[in-house]
């Protein structure tokens, strides 16, 4: 069966400090791997969108990484800000004829003071 | 203003009631998208429409229906709601394109409780 697992389920880390999220998934064939990044009852807003032949993809202080032989993906944060407090998502996108996304249940992420 | 606009943002209804949601985008996307979220899930798909004539089921569609009534508006029904369909509702929309690698974009979500 398809999944994508993320972990931590919850994070807190101090502002100004960088932290690493990770996303495993077991999603074949695989087309693509997307972060979304969703504030409290907001939708989901896409950080990044990496394909099979990208291990590396950054977004300001946002950097995602992409290993598709161990099927694993990690968004590193750097210089935490408060506002980076939210949910972090990891959608995997099946490459059938539909091209389903396989959402993970996300990592949330609280930045203090 | 928003991109993609859903309302109601709340409701509260009671079991056996019918609900309708509903979406409308200003982007000029051809697909639109139903999405439920519960509380430590992963969003799944209700149902997607890929233009006005298109029409399909996703992940969890029972109990569940959809028109597109125009590019514009998709909306959700639920005929008969019951307890277990409260959940927050996300509607999306993306730009077509062949690897499917379009971005998606989300409204403000509409909280449906059932009582």
């Known amino acids: 069966k398809n999944q994508v697992e993320q972990s931590p389920q919850s994070l807190i880390i101090l502002e100004g400090k960088n932290c690493t999220l990770q996303?495993?998934?077991?999603?074949?064939?695989?087309?693509?791997l997307r972060w979304y990044k969703q504030d409290t009852g907001r939708g989901p807003v896409s950080l990044t969108i990496?394909?099979?032949s990208e291990n590396t993809k950054s977004n300001g202080r946002y950097t995602a990484t992409l290993d598709a032989d161990t099927k694993q993906s990690s968004l590193h944060i750097t210089a935490s800000q408060l506002s980076d407090s939210a949910s972090y998502i990891c959608?995997?996108?099946?490459?059938?004829?539909?091209?389903?996304?396989?959402w993970g249940a996300g990592t949330k992420l609280i930045i203090k003071p | 203003d928003a991109d993609v606009t859903q309302t109601p943002r709340n409701r509260i209804t009671k079991t056996g009631k019918r609900i309708m949601l509903e979406c409308s985008q200003t982007?000029?996307?051809?697909?639109m998208y139903w999405y439920r979220q519960d509380p430590g899930l992963g969003l799944r798909l209700i149902y997607y429409?890929?233009?006005?004539?298109?029409?399909n089921k996703g992940e969890i569609s029972d109990g569940y229906s959809v028109s597109r009534q125009a590019q514009a508006k998709f909306s959700l029904s639920l005929e008969s709601a019951i307890p277990n369909q409260t959940a927050l509702y996300f509607c999306?929309?993306?730009?077509?394109?062949?690897?499917?690698?379009?971005?998606?974009?989300f409204g403000e979500g509409s909280r449906l409780t059932v009582l």
């Open positions: 999306a929309t993306s730009d077509p394109d062949r690897a499917n690698t379009g971005e998606l974009f």
């Open positions: 982007k000029g996307h051809d697909r």
């Open positions: 429409s890929f233009d006005v004539k298109d029409i």
């Open positions: 996303c495993n998934y077991t999603v074949s064939p695989f087309s693509n």
């Open positions: 990496m394909t099979f």
């Open positions: 959608v995997v996108s099946e490459a059938d004829s539909n091209y389903q996304l396989i």
